[in-house]
């Protein structure tokens, strides 16, 4: 069974970038892409980009274009996301989650991020 | 962007009871490219219906999806102490992939 595991809860402060990883077990990494899903307190899930797994490709929400950056490291079998110039209202849970077709069938534990001055 | 509405917000139900889930998007999506999920504070969501009524893997029989368009409906028949949870509707026909509000199943 597929496992993704994410790296620890992060504070950061405005204007600071934030970087999330997301360890995979339990599939073949390559074969399945990558989403990243955030959602700030009291909010719905807002998705934000996605990655191929296999050949780097990524697609961004327009929203996020130009902050955020889904990279792998396919030796780790490890995704990572990157968001800069983080403000208060980037402060969430962040979950990476495997892709099939483009809804995500399993997810990661999530990472909350909170950005403050 | 497709926006997805849920309703009821807040459903109050008992354990052995049947819970109707609705999910409204504001246009049609694309070859029924709906999902569904639970999830409970602090862990990982969990993908319970794809395709609008396919099951996922290890899903019980008791869950169940359907609609088609721009209505579709999440059922819980026979409702467990570990269904009280939130759920979620999730379009993936047309990026950006949005999601609803989210409907709370709780105990009355």
């Known amino acids: 069974q597929a496992q993704l595991v994410q790296s620890g809860a992060e504070v950061k402060k405005p204007g600071a970038s934030v970087k999330i990883s997301c360890k995979t077990s339990g599939y073949r990494f390559t074969s399945y892409p990558i989403h990243w899903v955030r959602q700030a307190p009291g909010q719905r899930f807002e998705w934000m980009g996605l990655?191929?797994?296999?050949?780097?490709?990524?697609k961004y929400s327009q929203k996020f274009q130009g902050r955020v950056t889904i990279t792998r490291d396919t030796s780790a079998r490890t995704a990572y996301m990157e968001l800069s110039s983080l403000r208060s209202e980037d402060t969430a849970v962040y979950y990476c989650?495997?892709?099939?077709?483009?809804?995500?069938?399993?997810w990661g534990q999530g990472t909350l991020v909170t950005v403050s001055s | 962007d497709i926006v997805l509405t849920q309703s009821p917000g807040t459903l109050s139900l008992s354990p052995g009871e049947s819970a109707t889930l609705s999910c409204r998007a504001s246009?049609?999506?694309?070859?029924?490219?709906l999902a569904w999920y639970q999830h409970k504070p602090g862990q990982a969501p969990r993908l319970l219906i794809y395709?609008?009524?396919s099951r996922a893997t290890g899903i019980p029989d008791r869950f169940s999806g359907s609609g088609s368009g721009t209505d579709f409906t999440l059922t819980i028949n026979r409702l467990e102490p570990e269904d009280f949870a939130l759920y979620y509707c999730?379009?993936?026909?047309?990026?950006?992939?949005?999601f609803g509000p989210g409907t709370t199943v709780d105990i009355k």
């Open positions: 395709g609008a009524s």
């Open positions: 990655m191929d797994a296999g050949n780097g490709n990524t």
């Open positions: 246009q049609s999506v694309s070859s029924n490219s």
């Open positions: 999730q379009q993936y026909g047309t990026s950006p992939f949005t």
């Open positions: 989650a495997r892709g099939n077709w483009n809804y995500g069938d399993y």
